[in-house]
């Protein structure tokens, strides 16, 4: 199985930056795409930014030019740098990695438990 542990959520003030990170372990064979995706109360989970194995990323509309993915491969992490930070990012995000545990099973999606963000005005 593949765990995912994610870390750096808080509060913050508007304007301000934070950093989390999502570490994947256990019995990893091969990662795949890692991403971040966010929910808000009474919304639904929405992509906020995604990187490839070979470092092509993909963000959400709102958070292009403020947020940053980034990986490290042999560490199996994940990283999502949040800056200029607006009461609208406040929601709970969660890191989904796309793994395989066995080279002979497809690719699977595996999400952390969801950190919090809050981003006060």
């Known amino acids: 199985q593949v765990q995912l542990v994610e870390s750096g959520g808080g509060l913050v003030q508007a304007g301000g930056s934070l950093r989390l990170s999502c570490a994947a372990s256990g019995s990893i064979f091969m990662v795949n795409h890692m991403g971040w995706y966010r929910q808000a109360p009474g919304k639904q989970r929405d992509l906020v930014a995604s990187?490839?194995?070979?470092?092509?990323?993909n963000y959400g509309d709102s958070v292009k030019g403020r947020f940053t993915i980034s990986r490290d491969n042999a560490k199996n992490v994940v990283y999502l740098q949040m800056n200029s930070l607006k009461p609208e990012d406040t929601a709970v995000y969660y890191c989904?990695?796309?793994?395989?545990?066995?080279?002979?099973?497809?690719?699977?999606?595996?999400w952390g438990q969801g950190t919090q963000v809050t981003v006060s005005s």
């Open positions: 990187v490839t194995t070979n470092g092509n990323t």
């Open positions: 989904k990695v796309v793994a395989k545990v066995v080279s002979i099973v497809p690719f699977r999606d595996y």
